[in-house]
């Protein structure tokens, strides 16, 4: 079957690219040596998502953060995670006004269009927690109303491992509301020189600008979302969030959002490919960033050294790939 003809499509993808080419040029001048990180980052933008950034402190994972929000003329607010925040501190508040004699609903941190939290795992699982509605739903309530969330909205989060002092494991329906998660990693020697030349007089995101703005943006993500996905590369998908379920390797499989977001994700990424339609690669090249934080070890498979990037390598393996149409 071929793909389904759009009007206006190649136009829109030209459009696509011409902002995401630019927002990418901005991004690696302060980010250096990640070019798959800010890929990825920017697939997750596209596609709706929320992004999860795991690794050890001091390899740019909130400068990554910042680096993508400060790239966007819109919204952007910055929560630092600790012991001590409260869900009321995310969400917004009502208080009552002496002068008025009513309540006022008083906006938290997580009314913007850009969300950067920072160190989430810092924060009591509760307060984490405040956040569900929000990724989920794009609204907050609050005593009984709901007050909707700004378009587009993307929530970008930093952790910790687990090993480190003070951090908290997020719960599994917290994580799994992330459409991907990545691990920055050292930079190689050469990336590590360029960082020591370019950020040593001071940071380069003070000298970034914004290259597109929340407009953009969201009529960005509406051009992802009508790219054609086939019903083979749809039954694809299906086949290996299956897979995961039936493992021997872990105790909890993908869950049916991880099926839809990994299908986002890949729209965004064929998008990024410049192609109207979805293959079989893009599932593939999305399925460990999208899938590999939802799931959980068995028991076994934890004895014997395994991670769940292993085991879903192995699932991609396994599960048949559909042949190209003739």
Same mark, same amino acid.
């Given at each position: ?18 902002? %995401? ?33 795991? /690794? ?14 400060? +790239? ?21 508040? +009502?208080?009552?006004? !002496? ?28 307060? !984490? ?5 929000? @990724?989920?739903?794009? !609204? ?11 378009? #587009? ?17 997020? #719960? ?11 691990? @920055? ?11 020591? /030349? ?16 929340? %407009? ?21 998908? %299906? ?6 379920? @039936? +493992? ?33 690669? /893009? %599932?593939?090249?999305?399925?460990? #960033? ?8 068995? +028991? ?21 790939? #559909?042949?190209?149409?003739?």
């Amino acid at each position: 079957m071929d793909p389904v003809v759009m009007d206006d499509v190649d136009s829109d993808l030209e459009h696509l690219h011409a902002v %995401v080419d630019e927002t990418h040029r901005a991004m690696t001048t302060v980010i250096q040596g990640k070019d798959g990180a800010v890929r990825t980052a920017l697939t997750v933008l596209l596609a709706g998502g929320h992004l999860l950034i795991e /690794d050890v402190p001091g390899v740019g994972k909130t400068l990554l953060a910042k680096t993508l929000a400060r +790239s966007i003329d819109s919204t952007v607010r910055r929560i630092q995670f600790t012991p001590d925040l409260l869900p009321s501190d995310i969400t917004g508040v +009502s208080v009552f006004n !002496q002068d008025t004699h009513a309540f006022e609903f008083r906006y938290g941190a997580i009314f913007a269009n850009v969300v950067v939290g920072d160190e989430i795992n810092r924060a009591s699982p509760k307060t !984490q927690s405040a956040l569900l509605e929000s @990724m989920e739903e794009r !609204q907050v309530t609050v005593d009984g109303r709901t007050y909707a969330l700004p378009d #587009p909205f993307i929530v970008m989060a930093t952790q910790n491992p687990l090993e480190m002092e003070g951090t908290y494991p997020l #719960p599994e329906a917290q994580r799994d509301r992330f459409m991907a998660r990545i691990s @920055m990693g050292y930079p190689s020697a050469a990336a590590e020189l360029e960082m020591l /030349d370019a950020h040593g007089a001071g940071s380069p995101l003070d000298d970034m600008h914004p290259v597109t703005d929340a %407009v953009t943006v969201a009529s960005l993500v509406k051009v992802v979302e009508r790219l054609y996905a086939s019903p083979a590369v749809r039954q694809y998908v %299906v086949d290996l969030v299956t897979a995961t379920r @039936m +493992s021997r390797h872990l105790r909890l499989g993908a869950s049916p959002r991880a099926g839809l977001q990994l299908l986002r994700a890949s729209r965004a990424h064929a998008a990024l490919e410049g192609r109207d339609h979805v293959l079989p690669d /893009d %599932v593939q090249h999305l399925l460990l #960033p999208v899938v590999a934080h939802r799931v959980l070890l068995s +028991s076994e498979a934890e004895l014997g050294g395994f991670s769940a990037e292993d085991v879903l390598g192995a699932v991609l393996a396994e599960v048949p790939v #559909p042949s190209r149409p003739r």
